[in-house]
């Protein structure tokens, strides 16, 4: 079973996409986790009464009430949509990266959904913090939803890539988690390909099969597709995928000439892989 996470904090909240990750769990069987973290301001001691452990949960009524409150949101959200089994919400209380690490590991997260609204938000306080965290620390592939998004099933995936870095296990990922989608692998070079990038490509063709993965090389800008892509009533793809490069890319996020900007204009779901450092 994969599991996914949508935190509360940013986007939880928001019926829609809410909705729409019900549906998308249901339709890929997928358990899907919605976590609320409270930073945790307050001082605890190991004597009071209401320590709960070293991520500093504390057990007050507030806290119980917070929890109950978020579960029946949940619920009357999510439902006739996905299964209550399938479904679980948390609320924790503490230092909000550790509380996030611990808690993908604990439930063996494979990716996150989150709201487009979360990076266009101006609440750099609440909701910056959050953006760090998706961009700069989290390992896992972030699924980034437009607003007033309807669920449909990924058909047609364009994988953008330079074939530089874990097309493999990047493609492997995908097809773990939309195992029906057809993917373009779309090489985004000025020269045609090297003999090089060629045998990559056979390479991956032979591991996923010629049927569900075709490859185009494109002589452009990945920008300039995403534009294109991004200014049709009736885009190609249902989902796009898009990879960031070095880590000081994600530095220069607040530069609207980023990666960022171009990731708001798509109306199209957008699949985030994570810079590595073995893919240099």
């Known amino acids: 079973m994969k599991h996914i996470l ?27 986790h919605v976590l609320q973290i409270e930073k945790n301001t307050e001082p605890v001691f190991l004597s009071s009464p209401y320590y709960f452990n070293k991520m500093g949960f504390i057990a007050s009524k507030e806290f119980f009430d917070k929890k109950k409150d978020l579960e029946t949101f949940v619920l009357s959200a999510t439902k006739n949509l996905i299964d209550s089994d399938w479904l679980s919400s948390k609320i924790v ?21 989150v709201g487009q609204s979360v990076f266009k938000s101006a609440d750099l306080e609440e ?11 989290s390992e896992l592939p972030t699924l980034i939803i437009p607003s007033n998004q309807s669920y449909k099933s990924f058909e047609k995936t364009a994988y953008l890539t330079t ?7 990047n493609i492997e990922k995908i097809r773990s988690l939309f195992s029906d989608t057809k993917i373009n692998v779309l090489h985004f070079s000025e020269d045609v390909a090297s003999i090089e990038n060629q045998k990559t490509i056979n390479y991956l063709k032979s591991e996923f099969g010629e049927s569900s993965l075709s490859y185009e090389i494109k002589q452009e800008d990945i920008e300039d597709f995403v534009r294109r892509e991004a ?27 980023t ?22």
């Open 93 to 113: 209380k503490g230092n909000v990266e550790h509380c996030l690490n611990t808690f993908i590991n604990q439930e063996r997260i494979d990716m996150i959904l």
């Open 6 to 32: 949508l935190i509360a904090n940013i986007d939880g909240r928001d019926e829609q996409l809410l909705r729409y990750a019900a549906r998308f769990c249901n339709d890929q069987d997928l358990r899907l």
């Open 163 to 169: 074939l530089k870095g874990d097309d493999y296990g």
């Open 127 to 137: 909701k910056g913090v959050f953006r760090q965290l998706l961009l700069n620390v």
């Open 231 to 257: 200014s049709t009533l009736t885009p190609e793809f249902d989902l796009i995928t898009l990879r960031t490069r070095k880590r000081n890319f994600w530095e220069r996020l607040i530069d609207p000439s």
């Open 259 to 280: 990666a960022l900007n171009l990731i708001l204009k798509l109306e199209t779901p957008t699949l985030l892989f994570k810079y590595k450092t073995e893919d240099s």
